[in-house]
Nanobody, 121 residues
Framework: QVRLVESGGGLVQAGGSLRLSCAVS????????MGWYRQAPGKERELVAS???????NYVDSVKGRFTISRDNAKNAVYLQMNSLKSEDTAVYFC???????????????WGQGTQVTVSS
């Protein structure tokens, strides 16, 4: 089994910062891509940022220059530093990982439980 634990969400004023964390544990041989999605009320879930096992990153245009994704392979963790937050960043943020599981070496996608980020204007 693989478990994802997210933390770091909360309420912040526009222009403020938050840092999301996602720790992965369990029967893991390796982790390929990691990322963060978000879903605002009445909207579809969208990919905010992703990072490959080699450290290559991708961002949705709306967060470029404001958000930074990083990972710590030794800790099996992924982070999202969010600066200059805007009201339109308000959403539930979900951690996503592509795990190579230990026993059968199968690639399986896992999702975190979601953490609420609310930006007040």
């Amino acid at each position: 089994q693989v478990r994802l634990v997210e933390s770091g969400g909360g309420l912040v004023q526009a222009g403020g910062s938050l840092r999301l964390s996602c720790a992965v544990s369990g029967s893991i041989f390796g982790i390929n891509n990691m990322g963060w999605y978000r879903q605002a009320p009445g909207k579809e879930r969208e990919l905010v940022a992703s990072i490959s096992s080699g450290g290559s990153t991708n961002y949705v245009d709306s967060v470029k220059g404001r958000f930074t994704i990083s990972r710590d392979n030794a800790k099996n963790a992924v982070y999202l530093q969010m600066n200059s937050l805007k009201s339109e960043d308000t959403a539930v943020y979900f951690c996503y990982v592509e795990v190579v599981e230990l026993l059968l070496r199968k690639k399986i996608d896992y999702w975190g439980q979601g953490t609420q980020v609310t930006v007040s204007s």
